[in-house]
């Protein structure tokens, strides 16, 4: 099999699991949103679906930067939406990781997806967290305030991983709008 080095997205719903046990047409309604919003975040920089279970999502995107700008992308469309409607936003998180991986039929398996999908439900909702690897590829290339939070213990892993997160002005700042990422093209 093919190895190689892949960029990872990992989103989910936060709260889901308790959306779906107190209103379940609701938690429904969330993963309609969530696929409404992903899928010109895929196609616009360059990503393609891997996996859905339940609330998880994951894709792989084609370089770091195209990962992080497409994850600021989703959170802002959701963000604008929710203003738009006067509503709260969809709480997804996001988890991005730069690591080696192995194509198998139409997935991909590997330490890469592992990670990114222990490190997407740590973030807030409405956050991106992404790992150190990640970090030193996009760090002078991306727009976006990277602050680092350190390293984390991730179940399953043997040793803490290094994670940032990247400072949406939206959350909690009141800076104004948020700047709109570049499409790769």
Do not use: C
Request: hydrophobic share 40%; aromatic share 6%; proline share 6%.
């Amino acid at each position: 099999m093919a190895r190689r080095l892949a960029a990872i997205m990992y989103t989910d719903v936060a709260e889901y699991s308790a959306t779906l046990q107190t209103d379940e047409s609701a938690a429904f309604q969330q993963l309609r949103d969530l696929e409404e919003l992903l899928r010109p975040t895929l196609r616009n920089f360059h990503g393609h679906r891997v996996r859905s279970i339940g609330e998880d999502r994951l894709a792989e995107f084609s370089s770091a930067v195209n990962a992080v700008d497409g994850a600021v992308d989703l959170q802002r469309r959701a963000h604008e939406r929710a203003v738009d409607e006067g509503a709260s936003p969809l709480s997804i998180r996001v988890g991005l990781h730069l690591g080696d991986a192995e194509r198998r039929g139409i997935g991909i398996l590997g330490g890469a997806v592992e990670v990114a999908s222990r490190i997407g439900p740590l973030a807030e909702p409405g956050g991106i967290w992404l790992t150190e690897p990640v970090y030193v590829q996009v760090r002078s290339k991306v727009p976006y305030q990277l602050e680092r939070l350190g390293p984390r213990d991730l179940r399953g892993l043997r040793e803490p991983i290094a994670v940032y997160h990247v400072v949406l002005p939206w959350i909690g700042t009141g800076r104004g709008p948020p700047e709109e990422p570049r499409s790769s093209s």
